[in-house]
């Protein structure tokens, strides 16, 4: 497992991707340290009166080379809608890298399914398989044509497949109404909301392919110790934070 | 140098500050972020004699300065503890003291009976306190008879120091706390959780999945602090303060109103590290009061 840390990093920059979500490039003095796709940070809310607990955001990206780190958030209370008001130059104290992370492909081919703010965590992960010789595919499903953002940088790393439910671009509907996702591949990697999630489980069931999916529970100390963000599983309750958030769907109890 | 050490029964602790039951896993959860042999000692996750799947999700709801909680005392039972954490642990250089919990008095002193042959496990903290179970917990700390029954029952089965934990969620806290100090315990620790519930009003739904759930955080602190000055003053045993410490000052506020030795707990979800800024804040207070041991300033308010 990963050392963890509590570190005071810097925003460099907030830019705003569409109407509800926002990226903050975030910088520290020292050299980051190794995170892995699909792990998450814990980041500590500052100037409220309502949010008590830290928010868990998932990893975007990590530049190393510029020792700089990515989160893509989406403000959907207050809490993220503090972290949305920040400027650069402000600090921010984040717990990283926490949870267990996507396991990597190596060589093959991959498709990751994202939806909404879920696509976050993808990119980070298609950056890595492709150093590992694997073949990605994306396929992002976003409700409206206002929910979309930039995807230049996913486009970067593999080929990008998008569905919304209004049509308005891409294939309409949802994720599993795209033609890709009947296509051969050797794992699918799975990131949205837990019935999209579950959609998309469920193909891989009937194509007899392996499955990835990265969950989201309400949690409080993201170290495994409060066993709030439990989900069940064959083995019974298991800590989304500490156990996942990515579990094989052969864990999960769907 | 300023002497940080105080005495709760037979256990010593090096500085007053320990990490409350269900807040801090085992101790290794958070090792990245604490040096352990600048606390007092752990309180590790509540244990039962047979293993407790908890409460289904979700468990947790965020108030204003606080969390609700539902969890349910899940954990492996304590066979599991003995075998396969209790080694993992048992040399971290600080206290490990097993939080023990049950259903009746024969399980709660067969659970702290395995637990006496552990030569690292130098106390039990004994929860009659835990508002998220139906049978058993807080159902035995909110009645005299009930809590003085379960404390006899362990006293006969454990010769270590005893701590009970008892819940504020009582009429009046100082008759369960004198019921149990008569019984044997050698300290008593407070305040548990405080029975809350939090409702989504656009779903007219409860957020947490049992409706009604164990309310700690920042927000309890003052009344926390009134039971421990009330409880101090009512027994003659060590009283350990918890509930909303967050910060050395809050640690200082419930030593000064009685306690011998604090717990933290919420505060380490948010803050990992909280233990050592605590630890290392008490000292500065006692240095700036000109104190020479942190034992003057137990119960030390001037009430005039």
């Known amino acids: ?254 | 140098m300023i002497d940080t050490r105080v005495k709760i029964g037979d256990l010593e602790l090096r500085n007053p500050v320990m990490t409350a039951s269900g807040t801090f896993g085992y101790g290794t959860e958070y090792k990245d972020f604490v040096d352990f042999s600048r606390m007092g000692g752990i309180i590790v996750k509540g244990t039962t004699l047979r293993k407790r799947e908890g409460n289904p999700y979700p468990r947790l709801a965020e108030v204003s300065s606080g969390i609700l909680n539902t969890i349910g005392l899940q954990n492996k039972g304590v066979d599991y503890f003995i075998e396969h954490i209790y080694p993992e642990i048992k040399d971290y250089d600080t206290n490990i003291i097993v939080n023990v919990s049950g259903t009746c008095p024969e399980d709660y002193a067969e659970c702290a009976e395995k637990l006496a042959l552990l030569d690292k496990i130098p106390a039990i903290e004994v929860n009659i306190s835990c508002p998220n179970v139906k049978q058993g917990g807080m159902t035995i700390g909110v009645n005299c008879a009930a809590a003085g029954s379960v404390i006899k029952a362990v006293r006969k089965a454990y010769p270590k120091t005893m701590i009970v934990k008892l819940t504020p969620n009582v009429t009046d806290i100082t008759e369960i706390a004198r019921a149990v100090e008569a019984e044997g315990a050698d300290s008593v620790s407070l305040i548990n959780c405080l029975n809350g519930m939090a409702i989504d009003a656009e779903r007219r739904k409860p957020i947490l999945s049992m409706v009604t759930g164990g309310f700690s955080g920042p927000a309890i602190k003052p009344v926390a602090l009134r039971m421990v000055y009330q409880v101090s003053k009512a027994v003659k045993i060590p009283v350990i303060g918890l509930g909303g410490i967050s910060n050395a000052t809050d640690a200082v506020e419930f030593m000064l109103a009685g306690a011998s030795a604090i717990e933290i707990g919420t505060a380490n979800f948010v803050d990992p590290s909280v233990t050592m800024k605590v630890a290392a804040g008490i000292e500065e207070y006692l240095v700036r009061h000109g104190y020479k041991s942190v034992r003057e300033i137990i119960g030390a308010l001037e009430v005039s």
């Open chain 1, 1 to 254: 497992m990963l050392k963890k840390f509590e570190l005071i990093l810097t925003v460099v920059e907030n830019k705003k991707l569409n109407n509800s979500y926002f990226q903050l490039i975030l910088t520290h003095p020292n050299p980051l340290p190794e995170m892995l796709p699909g792990q998450f940070v814990e980041v500590k809310v500052e100037n409220t009166t309502t949010v008590y607990l830290r928010r868990p955001i998932s990893i975007n990206d990590v530049d190393y080379k510029a020792n700089r780190l990515s989160l893509i958030i989406k403000n959907v209370g207050d809490g993220t809608n503090a972290l949305s008001k920040l400027c650069a130059g402000d600090s921010l104290n984040l717990l990283l890298p926490l949870g267990n992370g996507f396991t990597l492909l190596e060589n093959g081919s991959a498709i990751l399914v994202g939806g909404g703010v879920g696509i976050a965590p993808l990119l980070y992960l298609g950056g890595k398989l492709r150093e590992k010789g694997v073949k990605v595919t994306y396929l992002l499903g976003f409700k409206y044509n206002s929910d979309i953002i930039d995807l230049s940088a996913f486009e970067a790393v593999g080929d990008v497949n998008i569905t919304t439910e209004d049509g308005s671009i891409g294939v309409k509907g949802f994720v599993t109404n795209h033609p890709v996702i009947n296509s051969k591949f050797d794992r699918m990697y799975v990131c949205g909301p837990t019935p999209m999630m579950k959609s998309v489980a469920k193909c891989a069931i009937e194509s007899g392919t392996d499955c990835e999916v990265s969950l989201e529970n309400m949690m409080a100390c993201g170290l495994g110790a409060c066993l709030g963000c439990v989900t069940q599983t064959k083995e019974g309750h298991k800590c989304v934070c500490s156990d996942g958030p990515v579990f094989n769907i052969n864990e999960l109890i769907w």
